[in-house]
């Protein structure tokens, strides 16, 4: 059964019955998005296997603000000392990371855009990667997620190919490797990646192939995710 969430305050019995997914889709295509195709996809083998409730967040078509020097103070202010306007500036972060926070599990639809993910996808994570809300200072200085019990698939799509490793477009992948890090470092070490490629710029038959080939790994995943 799938449900929509679409507010991150759920009551006891909701939360203990039903793995929560967040989907974030960051594609600026609507129509004919691999990476949106293939999440439907996957959302639709996961129905045969588990009940979830889904909360979709689309960042490719409604993309949040990118910080201002305003955020930057205000996040900087301890919560107790923050002004009305300073608490106005961060409510849309704020709830972005509530609904992150409250999800089980993730999935990530990430077009490869010149080499690494959208500038929607970047200002996602510009509002959401806090200081006391996603990671947190230890006594030692040092810097701990607080994301770590969270599973993530991320389902890319790229325009050409070669881009796995010891290919010759292994170097330009600043996509899954930035992603992988940011996410280890909000303390998240449960990551599938499903990397499609050649959808823009490989022959018809490479395309479809390396669709299906995505599709066969999601219907498996599905499975035990
Ligand atoms: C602005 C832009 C930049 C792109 N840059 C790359 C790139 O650097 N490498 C690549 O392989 N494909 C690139 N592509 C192709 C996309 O990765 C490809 O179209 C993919 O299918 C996008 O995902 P989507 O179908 O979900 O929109 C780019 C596409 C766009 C629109």
Do not use: C
Not at 61 to 71: A, Q, R, Y
Not at 134 to 161: D, H, P, Q, W
Not at 195 to 211: H, I, M, P, Y
Request: hydrophobic share 35%; glycine share 4%.
């Amino acid at each position: 059964m799938i449900s929509v969430f679409q507010d991150h305050k759920f009551d006891g019995i909701l939360n203990n019955k039903f793995m929560k997914i967040l989907r974030i889709d960051s594609s600026v295509r609507i129509e004919q998005s691999k990476t949106r195709m293939l999440t439907d996809y996957f959302l639709e083998q996961l129905k045969n296997q588990s009940d979830y409730l889904l909360k979709s967040r689309d960042v490719g078509i409604n993309p949040p603000k990118f910080p201002t020097d305003e955020f930057i103070k205000a996040n900087y202010t301890p919560e107790t000392n923050r002004t009305q306007e300073m608490k106005n500036v961060l409510a849309s972060s704020n709830t972005l990371i509530d609904e992150l926070i409250d999800s089980d599990k993730i999935i990530i639809a990430s077009p490869m855009y010149n080499f690494s993910i959208s500038a929607t996808l970047k200002a996602y994570i510009d509002n959401i990667v806090r200081v006391g809300r996603t990671f947190t200072l230890t006594e030692n200085g040092e810097m701990k997620g607080l994301l770590g019990s969270k599973k993530v698939l991320v389902i890319t799509a790229r325009g050409a190919m070669s881009y796995e490793k010891g290919e010759v477009l292994q170097p330009f992948d600043f996509q899954e490797n930035y992603l992988k890090s940011l996410l280890n470092f909000l303390g998240i070490s449960d990551i599938t990646f499903v990397n499609t490629e050649a959808q823009d710029f490989g022959t018809k038959e490479l395309k479809n192939s390396n669709f299906e080939h995505s599709k066969n790994q999601l219907s498996e995943l599905a499975k035990i995710w």
